[in-house]
């Protein structure tokens, strides 16, 4: 069945530590996404890929960095730089003009 | 740029009784489209229902059914007959449908958290 995998489910960290979580998919969707979801706060674009090699910012890209360098993948990183990490993360691919697919999302807590 | 207003943090219904979540959004563009995105406590993100800008019927989906006023900018989701497993944030979300818009995915609301009553 094709879809999206994010690994691992929940993740833990220490404060300052960089992290990356992986997204990964099987839909031979051009676009990708990341969003970080905070209770009260809904789904805010971290980054975005339309085409492999190629990446933009989102409206809360501070303290984050992506790769694009396969179509099927595009792993985020949360960086020390990034003041308030812990959050609940999600991955998206799409065609043009077409809903949204989801990964089952990570769970990251930094202390 | 924009932005998708969902008004009701929470809302409840009673088990086979019809509510009403409501979403209005604001946009300069005439082409687009809109979404409800159903979250239960699983957090998987799961798409109950889409209309396009430039339809003018309703969107359906069995028990789910959009009322989409245009001029008004509003995009409510109409559910029949509550069940149980209807419980969850459910989300309204815009995309543009212009080339190259759309290009950052989907704006969405803050999200409305749904509770049956039995």
């Known amino acids: 069945d094709g879809g999206i995998t994010q690994s691992p489910k929940y993740l833990f960290r220490k404060e300052g530590q960089n992290v990356t979580l992986s997204c990964e998919q099987n839909l031979n969707h051009d676009a990708m996404y990341w969003y970080r979801q905070d209770p009260g706060q809904g789904l805010r674009l971290i980054y975005y890929?339309?085409?492999?090699?190629?990446?933009q910012k989102g409206d809360i890209a501070e303290g984050y960095s992506v790769s694009r360098e396969k179509k099927e993948s595009f792993p985020l990183t949360v960086t020390s730089a990034q003041k308030n990490p812990t959050a609940f993360y999600l991955c998206?691919?799409?065609?043009?003009?077409?809903?949204?697919?989801f990964g089952n999302g990570t769970r990251l807590t930094v202390t | 740029a924009q932005t998708v207003t969902q008004s009701q943090p929470e809302m409840s219904v009673q088990e086979a009784e019809t509510v009403t979540l409501s979403c209005t959004y604001d946009?300069?563009?005439?082409?687009?489209?809109l979404f409800w995105y159903k979250q239960p406590p699983s957090r998987q993100m799961i798409l109950v229902i889409r209309q396009e800008a430039y339809k003018q019927q309703n969107a359906t989906e069995n028990r789910f059914s959009v009322n989409f006023q245009k001029a008004a900018k509003s995009f409510s989701l109409k559910i029949s007959d509550s069940q149980l497993g209807d419980a969850a944030m459910y989300f309204c979300a815009y995309r543009s449908a212009f080339l190259g818009g759309g290009a950052d995915g989907l704006t969405f609301g803050k999200g409305t958290h749904l509770i049956i009553q039995p």
């Open positions: 946009t300069s563009e005439s082409d687009y489209y």
């Open positions: 998206a691919s799409s065609r043009p003009g077409s809903p949204l697919h």
């Open positions: 890929s339309q085409i492999v090699n190629d990446f």
